[in-house]
């Protein structure tokens, strides 16, 4: 159901276009739809944008929606590379000292351990959920909807997965986690011989591909394709 | 200075957008709960009980802050010296030893972040609760920066469970979380959580002197 054709606004105060950043050029396929600013509320006409443009609210200046270019296969890659760091990152040692010979090295989920083992369980639990579970969720979800909707099928389930990004989005903490690594890294140095291990530059690596897939995912290009693949299906 | 007030909301036209898929539709019965009917999520004009959930929070937030300060949050322990340190006294440590940077990011993270966050909550539920007209763009400006940066007090909690982790050499060094390490952990998740429930559309209706509950 669509609401753009049938909605009867006075001409006086009929919703007004976005500001946007960047020329307009026509795409005559898409129906003119409104939208509504999560923000502030105000109603407004989607317009079409250029690619990389932004389109924010004009009364708030909250962004409404991107043209993201290729966003479903631009997510979708950097999401299968972000899977592979995340596996390195989490099964090599993140850091090791060393003093007088005595030598320890620990993994993410060694560290969480041992925090569990010191009983700080509630706060093992917090580390554990926001490093490793949640940015697990998310990959994993982004994945199994991305990939069948790059082949125009429907992913089951994917109002489920799209509900779940969205809530899961603000408890993932990988690149806080990785300043806190860095914070650590100094703070270790002063007393000991400390080696970087390879789960650090993974962490790196992992924080800037992570931040690559939040800004080529486009939730409305997801719900757009679906609709589309819904209309196919009823055409044939 | 008031601005200009442009076009309409969507609740005052019976729309309601969908937090999931965005998809604005027009809500048959407003008595009745009703659903997307693109993804099927239940629609409400504003979220429900916004401002009694994000007090609920933010108290619990104001009351842990006062622990998470007070108590131990790191205890140091070597062969020649050791120390039990707060927050605070964690970073002036840092200050001490020639760790400007780090001293200055720590203290941002764990000490301004989560004071702004509490202040700015509050200063932002009392002017909705009062319906106040009063900048209505930098409130929400305010609101989202607020979301931006909240996730960045975690950083003491991970920097304490790497080093209690880590640095476990018998009796060369010992690094142990301390009992502040909860409270302060609650309260980064606390106000995450009240800065969630809080709805921004409740600063703009005021403006066109609109009132919905759900």
Known sequence: MRLAQKEPTPPTDAPGAPYQKGAIFEMADRPQQLIACHNCDLLQREIPLNPGCTASCRRCGAVLYRNATDSIVRTLAYTLAAVMLFLIANLFPILSIEMKGDRSAITLLGAVISLWDQQMKAVSVVVLITTIVIPAIQLVSMAYLLLPLKFWRMPVGHTLFMRTLQHVQPWSMVEVFLLGVLVSLVKLTQNFKVVPGVAMWSFGLLTLLIAAVASSFSARDVWERLDQIRQRRVRT | ?214
Not at chain 2, 59 to 71: E, H, M, T
């Open chain 2, 1 to 214: 200075m008031r601005p200009k007030v442009q076009g309409v909301s969507a609740a005052s036209r019976g729309l309601s957008s969908c937090h999931v898929c965005n998809l604005v539709s027009r809500r048959k019965r407003l008595s009745v709960p009703a659903h997307c009917p693109r993804c099927g999520t239940e629609l409400h004009f504003r979220k429900p009980q916004s401002v009694q959930r994000c007090w609920a929070l933010l108290i619990s937030g104001y009351i842990l802050y006062i622990p998470a300060n007070l108590l131990i949050m790191m205890e140091t322990g070597s062969l020649i010296s050791y120390r039990k340190d707060t927050i605070i006294s964690g970073i002036v440590h840092l200050w001490k030893t020639g760790n400007m940077m780090i001293a200055v990011i720590v203290f941002v993270a764990s000490v301004v972040i989560p004071l702004l966050k509490l202040i700015s909550l509050t200063l932002l539920l009392v002017s909705v609760q009062r319906r106040s007209k009063w900048r209505p763009k930098q409130r929400t400006r305010l609101y989202r920066m607020i979301e931006l940066v909240g996730r960045w007090s975690m950083l003491d909690v991970y920097v304490v469970t790497l080093l209690a982790a880590l640095v476990q050499l018998g009796s060369m060094a010992v690094v142990k979380a301390g009992p502040a390490a909860v409270p302060f952990g609650a309260v980064v998740v606390l106000t995450m959580f009240a800065s969630m429930q809080f709805d921004p559309r409740l600063i703009w209706d005021p403006l066109q002197d609109e009132r919905y509950q759900d």
